[in-house]
């Protein structure tokens, strides 16, 4: 496996990054020793960095996997708090949930601009704070967009970037890859560490799962990149292909195999909550009852937590 530091936060990182959100209760909801031992495969594999989130639920499986875990993992999390009070909890539910004193990156979740992220700005000042007093080792922002990428260079407190980047642009909702990418050069050369999210597309991309991923891996200035991963053959199939080994029909095809997609319950009843949280606009209520545009969905699961009836399932 390759590490590199993640920008010049000191950090060394596997190119390859278990993104966590898979495992959870948004996405396939694994009973938790299930979960947590296909994240120490992946730990086993060489993969030493995992993506997270608050809003994921997620750090139970994460606090199961790092049990006797002889070498360091780096554990990245992120919250929409924009309060000082709201997220200091964040913080600290995190440590505690994790069973750590110190959480490695945390970040403001899915910034768009300049203008959200000094709306953030108080939450953002508690994790300055948190990271002078030892509680957090970098601090940075999520963003699906060009503009964050951009905004976040010019922001000098920032450490980290985690942007949303794949070959065909898929949930870039305000320019191109190739704009995504240009953005993400330069925020490399400011000395930002990188790491990018969703290579497939949110799953779009699975038929050209190789395609896709030499297409981030040929990009010198991402770090690492996270991928959404719940099984073992999962695991293998991505660690071979980020170690450049030859990948076999059989791995692939059980991957492939799995099929993801937006699942409606019928008992929804059309309150549009979920098309308010949707951040590509996948989603709109059509005969009292939301319908999704399947070509726009990323698959994130973000939608489910706005659900107040639990109607929407990625299954």
Known sequence: MEYRELGKTGLQVSRLCFG???????????????????????????????????????YPYIREALRGMGREIIVASKSYDYTREGMRKSVEKARRELDRDVVDIFMLHEQESELTIRGHW?????????????????????????????????????????????KDGIGISDGSAEDM?????????????????????????????????????QQDCLHSIAMGMYTKEEVDMNVSIFNGEPLTNEIYHKVKQIPKRLHVEDWCQGCARCTEKCPVGALAIRKGKVSVDREKCLLCGYCGTACPEFCLKII
């Open 20 to 58: 966590a959100l898979t495992i959870g209760p948004l996405q396939r909801n694994l009973p938790l020793r299930e979960g947590a031992e296909v994240l120490r495969h992946a730990f086993r594999m060489g993969v030493n960095f995992i993506d997270t989130a608050d809003l994921y639920g997620t």
């Open 181 to 217: 990418l240009q953005a993400i050069k330069d925020a490399a050369a400011a000395g930002k560490g990188i790491y990018g999210m969703k290579p497939l597309g949110g799953g779009h991309l699975y038929k050209r799962v190789p395609e896709a991923l030499a297409f981030v891996l």
């Open 122 to 166: 108080e939450a953002f000042e508690y994790l300055l704070e948190a990271k002078e007093k030892g509680i957090v080792r970098a601090v940075g922002i999520s963003t699906h967009k060009v503009a964050g990428v951009h905004a976040a260079t010019r922001i000098k407190e920032i450490d980290v970037i985690h942007p949303l980047i794949n």
